[in-house]
């Protein structure tokens, strides 16, 4: 009989957090008692899951008592405060904020490429960057087979992956582009940055604030995470993060340079037969990723494989993939589901 656990939602009522809860129905998730922790502007009020009607508790270090699991999706800040609180009460916190991305002492996993790390964990486990996930989905059956030198991306990222609000606008700005009416911004491309632009018939080359070497943060995520999950520190990676007027997916262009030389033949036989991947290459029938089609599914898409034209170990990838869910949400209850099947929890 599988072991029944008792499981916290911090932060439910986001995007993020509330395709944690369609997830973890979805996947049937062995919950024995579920609790749903916000702040005191929100304690008191009531949410649906599974068929019943659930009051939002008030997050406090001891509303964590008794509870296995703690899946956090409520800002950096709550989880700062919060999740070292949560572990000290022996829950295991799964952390979708950056939080604690970057800290050596907290695995940074994605169960198709680093499962082995979970077993590292000290109470706090977190969850990768969207972007960064299904890139290194894509990646790592090539690096295990090929090796991996360089990876040079430019991400086609999706409002949703901004939040409730900035797709609002995006929505927002858009009837009013077609009424003829004056557009405004407020939030992206950051919320805290000193301009903000429309997203509806734009694009954005910036997500995030910029860090003092001219990248922004949201680029150095992908740089910093992905050395961190593969292990591979020496692994050369740089990325251009923009923000384009999709609802939900994200795309991304992918350059990688690998250690043996190989076919792009070869490369599909890799990914046909890799966990959470789906291949869509086919140019004969133009069959290929797209955000549109990716949404509401688990799958990380690959396709538009090609070799390189001046260097034979240099190959070309388009990668998309639900950022709310493979990005967010199902990659945090599958590092639940390998914690419970590796005997973790």
Known sequence: MTKQLTVAVVGATGAVGSKMMEQLIKRNFPIGDIKFLASARSAGKSIEFNGKTYTIEEATPEAFE???VALFSAGGSVSA?????A???GAVVIDNTSHFRMDPEVPLVVPEVNRGDLAKHKGIIANPNCSTIQMV???EPIRAAFGLTKVLVSTYQAVSGAGISALQELKTQSANWDAGKEVEANILPSGSDKRHFPIARNVIPQIDKFTDNGFTYEEMKMINETKKIMHAPELKVAATCVRVPVVSGHSESVYIEVEKETTVQAIFEVLR???GIELQDDIA???YPMPIYAEGEDATFVGRIRQDLDNKKGFHLWIV??????GAALNSIQIAEAMLEDNLL
């Not at 405060?81 to 609180?85: H, I, K, Q, Y």
């Not at 993939?321 to 493979?326: G, P, R, T, V």
């Open 137 to 139: 989905a894509a990646l």
């Open 87 to 89: 572990a000290k009460r």
């Open 66 to 68: 008794g509870v296995n």
């Open 273 to 275: 037969n890799a966990p």
């Open 321 to 326: 993939s639900d950022n709310l869910l493979k």
């Open 81 to 85: 405060a919060l999740a070292p609180e």
């Open 285 to 287: 029938t133009q069959t």
